[in-house]
């Protein structure tokens, strides 16, 4: 079911019935971006439909660059934000992966570019719905990957987003994820915030590098060799000190990102956790859930009826996924006794990557939690609340006996409805 | 000087300025060099602009549109281009030792 | 036609890069900014020319440069014009992507086809030096029939990919061939390009001599022969009428044109060719200058 413009500002003027890709619309025009450049994908299509539609009606007065593939759409970008514009788009899957070339080259130019991820499970086989896996395969390329629950935080972390990209101590891409479906095309009440207000909370961008601005001649992304060079008109850092300057800055955004998120809440009235992640039910919690997006409010209702059973359950559901908060993931977790991780996605060959590097984090507390990862929901497979309770029972059940393993446990897995299947015969049978 | 633990803020992304001779003084890459015979070079000899092959097709941009025609033997690499584009063979590729 | 003394003193490029000596890049690039002055930005992918411009630090021009990767070239431009459209600046400044012939004809030509269709205000500008020169000779699209590179040790068993004709194929108001050789043909071309409004293609001739195999004292030698056995004509077509240049009219007379061994000879790059390779080159000149011909006839 889809609403008309009309009908849903009839609910009310400041909020509005919005899926998860229509509030990051909202949150582009009202963040008032210069060019946006994009290429249809499911999930994530309506976003940009809809900035479309915002700039044909003049309520967006952005340049739409409608090109012929992701990584074009990135390459765009870019060069966009070279040129001084503040910059976004919005993709999904095989769309992010075709990007992955041009990812490395906005957080190594330092660009504030942000981007919305509806995520959705990568092929083959084909899949349209969600999982975290495309999320999880840009946590090296130097973006700052920040998670979102629901509809009301995409819009907020979209404003958040472009303040934290442009921050000058930053200057770093930013990915706001959500998932597919679960939220992209989930409507739901979104409070949008008056135009003057957020002007007075995101400023124009002045950016470090501006091409547009001719009467300093600039050359952008030479050959970068390991030295440094120096010469009788100056000094130049070597590759190695540009990664070490994007290391630092993104191991120092942390608490930045606190910040801004600490200053939306005071200007807007809304908080998220703390800007990284958001504790729930934790305070007298032994045994803690922790996941991301969907998985975290799926979590939410299975701490209640666990809560019922008499288990003290808390959920920690992870915002800020990189720069990853180890530091503070540690202080939080020192005097836990259980953790229960559930991954929509995995490290392949290795385990879920929300517990390996959770994992990693803790090692070196004096007293370490029990850890136990679950695989869950692949491909859009349902996340149902008993898959939580199951997980948590039999996690508790192996800590009693001992029991550590690097091996994955899927929790769903339908294999007894597949009866005798067999591919080699497959083709022979019917 | 910096705060050495604050300097990574001073660093963003990979970027240059304009400089002459980027890749040092390129003269030293061929010892050959142009040499114009002013008896015969064109402009030289009417006294008005002209011709200035050796300017125009000079990769390098090491020669002036000058009367006469001036090679930057500090960036000349010696390619040989002026010797062959020259109507009139007012140029020969010699050996010349820097000073 | 352009007189030298019309040409602009000022050079864009300070001297003591790192092109090669004699390299047909340099030169068309230098002639190329001349033509377009100042107000350029010019964007660039992997190719010789990221060498031209310099490494870290410091670079070789006195015009803006924004290096792009491999494939993304007219993406690029498309994003330094939205941006100069963003901020009113589109009208005074010239967005130049300049791009070697791998970076055009094989791994850039999607990206080049996407601004093309967009009806991009730019000059896209290809120095096709006939193969992929920077990272050793390697074989591209755009290398000629019976070339050895490292990767056609062989020779190349097929024709080179006709970039012009398909960038004609797109409708945008201007696609020019050019030559290292006729820098005055070349400095018109992109004078005429600047403008105009919309996507504009130039394709040039770049020979290379260490790619190629001749001296460097002999590249616009090796040009011109380009031209004058008819391999490399010399056009324009200004929203979609086709005009020959004047470097190549007399070509159209095909007993004015020089054997096309003349040109195979001069360049080590043919040497593995055989009297079959020269009778095919013979065909595929002949069927060049034939359509040229109906074209200039069907105006």
């Known amino acids: 079911m889809t609403l008309t413009e009309k009908e849903e500002s009839a609910i009310n003027d400041n909020i509005m019935i919005l899926t998860g890709n229509h509030a990051a619309a909202h949150a582009f025009r009202q963040a008032k971006v210069g060019v946006v450049s994009a290429y249809p994908i499911t999930p994530q299509s309506p976003v940009v439909e809809k900035i479309a539609e915002f700039i044909a009606e003049g309520k967006l007065k952005a340049r739409f660059v409608k090109v012929e593939s992701e990584h074009s759409a990135m390459a765009v970008l870019c060069a966009a934000s070279v040129t001084g514009s503040r910059v976004g788009t919005a993709t999904s899957a095989h769309g992010l992966e075709l990007m992955y070339e041009m990812l490395p080259w906005a957080s190594g130019n330092r660009l504030p570019i942000v981007l919305n991820l509806a995520t959705r499970s990568l092929g083959a086989p084909w899949s349209v719905w969600t999982d975290h896996q495309d999320f999880i395969t840009i946590r090296d390329v130097g973006w700052i990957q920040l998670f979102c629950e629901n509809n009301q935080e995409i819009y907020d972390t979209n404003l958040q987003a472009f303040k934290i990209a442009e921050d000058s101590r930053i200057l770093l891409p930013v990915a706001c994820a959500y998932d597919g479906y679960v939220l992209s095309h989930t409507a739901m009440p979104v409070k949008l915030e008056i135009q003057e207000l957020i002007d007075k909370f995101l400023p124009p961008l002045n950016h470090h590098i501006n091409l547009s601005d001719i009467s300093t001649v600039k050359g952008i992304d030479p050959v970068t060799t390991p ?25 120092n955004s942390i608490n930045i990102i606190k910040e801004v998120h600490d200053d939306f809440a005071k200007k807007f009235g809304r908080s998220y956790g703390n800007g990284i992640y958001k504790a729930i039910q934790t305070d007298d919690a032994d045994t803690i859930i922790f996941g991301m997006g969907s998985v975290a409010s799926q979590s939410r209702v299975a701490i209640e009826k666990l809560r019922a059973e008499g288990l003290k359950v808390g959920l920690m559901s992870l915002k800020l996924f990189r720069p990853y908060p180890a530091e503070e993931l540690r202080e939080f977790f020192k005097d836990k006794e259980n953790i229960i991780v559930f991954d929509r996605d995995i490290g392949y060959g290795y385990e879920g990557t929300l517990s390996y590097e959770l994992k990693a984090a803790l090692y070196g507390l ?8 679950f695989i869950v929901g692949l491909g859009g497979r349902d996340v149902k609340t008993e898959h939580i309770i199951t997980g948590i029972y039999k996690a508790l059940d192996e800590f009693k006996k001992g029991i550590f393993t690097n091996k994955t446990d899927f929790l769903g897995l339908r294999l007894e409805e597949l009866e005798d299947y067999d591919e080699e015969t497959y083709f022979k049978g019917g | 000087m910096t705060d050495l633990k604050k300097k990574y803020q001073k660093i963003l992304g990979s970027v240059q300025k304009p400089v002459i001779g980027e890749a040092g003084q390129t003269g030293t890459w061929s010892s050959k060099k142009p040499i114009i015979d002013l008896k015969k070079c064109i402009p030289v000899k009417s006294g008005k602009p002209s011709c200035f092959n050796c300017w125009l097709y000079c990769p390098e941009a090491v020669v002036s549109r000058t009367i006469p025609p001036q090679i930057d033997f500090n960036y000349c690499k010696g390619c040989g281009i002026c010797m062959e584009e020259c109507p009139v063979k007012a140029i020969s590729m010699e050996e010349v030792k820097k000073e | 036609m352009v007189n030298v003394m019309d040409i602009p003193e000022e050079e864009y490029i300070f001297p003591g890069t ?14 190329a900014l001349k033509a377009l002055g100042p107000n350029t930005i010019v964007t660039v992918p992997a190719s010789c020319l990221t060498v031209l411009h310099g490494m870290q630090g410091f670079c070789t021009t006195k015009i803006s440069v924004y290096h792009t990767p491999f494939a993304t070239t007219a993406a690029s431009a498309s994003g330094i014009l939205a941006s100069l459209e963003d901020k009113g600046l589109a009208d005074e400044i010239t967005v130049l992507a300049f791009a070697g012939d791998g970076g055009t ?8 086809s996407g601004a093309a269709e967009r009806d991009t205000n730019f000059i896209y500008a290809c120095y096709d030096n006939e193969a992929y020169m920077n990272t050793g000779v390697q074989r591209s ?32 108001p201007y696609v020019a061939t050019a030559n290292a050789a006729y820098p005055l043909d070349l400095y018109e071309k992109f004078k005429r ?31 011109r022969l380009a031209n004058e056995t008819g391999f490399w004509p010399l056009y324009e077509v200004l929203d979609g009428k086709f005009e020959l240049s004047n470097s ?20 080590k790059r043919f040497k593995s060719i055989d009297e079959k390779i020269a009778k095919t080159y013979e065909k595929y000149i002949d069927n060049t200058w034939k359509e040229i011909k109906s074209r200039l006839e069907s105006r």
């Open chain 3, 105 to 112: 004809v094989d791994i850039g030509i999607q990206a080049l």
């Open chain 1, 366 to 373: 004096k007293s370490r939690p029990n850890i136990k990862g």
């Open chain 3, 141 to 172: 699209g755009s290398t000629p029939l019976g070339v050895q590179t490292t990767t056609t040790p062989e020779g190349k068993s097929v024709h080179k990919k006709n970039m012009p004709k398909i960038l004609e194929a797109h409708g945008i």
């Open chain 3, 193 to 223: 390009a600047k403008d105009i409004k919309g996507p504009k293609y130039i394709h040039i001739l770049s020979p290379c001599p260490p790619g190629w195999g001749y001296n460097p004292k002999d590249t616009m030698l090796i040009g």
């Open chain 3, 248 to 267: 190549s009219k007399r070509y159209l007379d095909s007993s004015k044109r020089k054997p096309i061994t003349d040109y195979l000879k001069a360049q």
């Open chain 1, 227 to 251: 030295q440094v060079v120096k010469r009788d008109e100056g000094v130049a850092p070597g590759y190695y000190e540009y990664r070490y300057a994007l290391q630092k800055a993104l191991e």
């Open chain 3, 18 to 31: 790192r092109a090669c000596a004699g390299c047909a890049m340099a030169l068309i690039y230098r002639i």
